[in-house]
Every structure is written in C-alpha cells, then in structure tokens.
DNA sequence: GAAAAGATCGGG
DNA sequence: CCGATCTTTTCT
C-alpha cells in the first residue's frame, strides 16, 4: 500500500484560518497497542489568538493554554464537562496563542463508534489526555495527505458551542466539507 | 479553599 | 430541555 506523506511542520506554521481549511480531506493517524487508527478530517475549527474571545488562548498563559502558546505542530487535548475529550492542532508561531480544534471524521479502515463530534472523534481514536502536548511529526500521532482524493467544496459558519465569545460566537470559523455524512452539525 | 462554568453528548 | 461529571480558572 503505498505511503502517505506526512505533513511537515511548515504546514501548521501558518495562518490558522488557512490551516482549518487546508486539513480537510488530510488523514488522522494514530497509532495505539501496535494498531493503527485512521479517520478523514471532515470538520474543523479555527481558534485564532488571544483576541479571539472564544479561545482557551484568550484567558492568556495558563497551565493549560501553555500547549497553545508553544510551537505549531503539537497536540493540545483537553478535558472538556467532565466527560469528553477535544482534540486541536497549534498553529502559526510560538507565542501566538491558536490551534485548530478537529471536529469530525470519516473513518478510514475499522474505528470503532461514532466520530462525529469532537468528544466522540477523541474516543473512537483512542486520543485523550496523555496526548497532550505530543509532537504530531512523530510516528505516533500524526496527520498526512492522503494519496488522492475527489476535489470537494468548503463551507464556512458559525463555530459550535461558543455563544459566551461576544461577537466572536457569530464569525465563520467552522469549516466543512460539504454534502459529507460525517459532520456533525449543519 | 470554594464555586462556577465549560470548544459535549445522549436521553426524555 | 436536562443531567452527567471533573478540570481549570477565578473569587473570597
């Protein structure tokens, strides 16, 4: 079967707006007790910085938001109403404060139980807390651009879950692929 | 210390 | 619409 090629750091290095869309269509891998989990990024969301009021980043360095602040290409995970696992990809430099949160999956190969759904995307990849801060360029976790694959439309709206931001509850940050069964919300 | 709220999900 | 469930942050 031949190979994907994993994204390099450069690619989160960037414009975060530009990173949530351009990781639709690319794989999540995940490698978990030698067995390999794989879901097509169908759905995400942009965190842009410390203005953006609906970002964890926004409340400034914290024990917490240290994994946002650090360098791009790491994993920042968190515990979110006790129960359910969310999973982002920081982006553009160190010090800046943003991240991609990955909402919804097409599961490529066995997974088991939905992954529609940032808390349910998390526990059918096996992903949660002791993730935090990896390194998405190693042989663990990691996100790759698939071979080949149809061309797709991108739509943008509202993020989910956010109306406490202010006027950052109405800005187009969700992104999706449209028509695809797997996202979460319309 | 204590309290409140949260980037969710599933059941009624 | 509401409860589960617990971490993080903020307030006293």
């Known amino acids: 079967m031949k190979r994907n090629e994993k994204l ?8 975060t707006i530009e990173v949530a869309r351009d990781l639709l ?42 994994i946002m602040y650090g360098p791009p ?27 991609v949160l990955l909402r919804a999956l097409e599961p490529v190969g066995p997974l088991e139980g939905s992954t529609k759904g940032p808390g349910l995307l998390c526990r059918a990849m096996g992903i949660d807390k002791s993730i935090n801060g990896m390194d998405m360029l190693g042989d663990t976790l990691y996100i790759a651009e698939p071979s080949s694959q149809a061309r797709f439309n991108i739509v943008a709206r509202p993020r989910i879950g956010v109306a406490y931001a202010g006027e950052w509850a109405a800005a187009d940050l969700r992104f999706y692929i449209e028509g695809n069964s797997y996202v979460s919300r319309k």
Do not use: Q, W
């Open 73 to 99: 290409g790491h994993a920042y995970v968190y515990l979110i109403y006790g129960m359910h696992h969310c999973m982002n990809v920081v982006t553009e430099t160190e010090g800046h404060g943003a991240a």
């Open 8 to 15: 390099p750091r450069a690619f989160y290095a960037r414009d």
């Open 25 to 66: 269509g690319k794989h999540l891998v995940h490698v978990c007790d030698g067995v390999e989990r794989c879901g097509r990024i169908v759905e995400t969301e942009a965190y842009i910085g410390a203005h953006d009021l609906a970002s964890h980043s926004s409340k400034g360095i914290t024990p917490r938001t240290s």
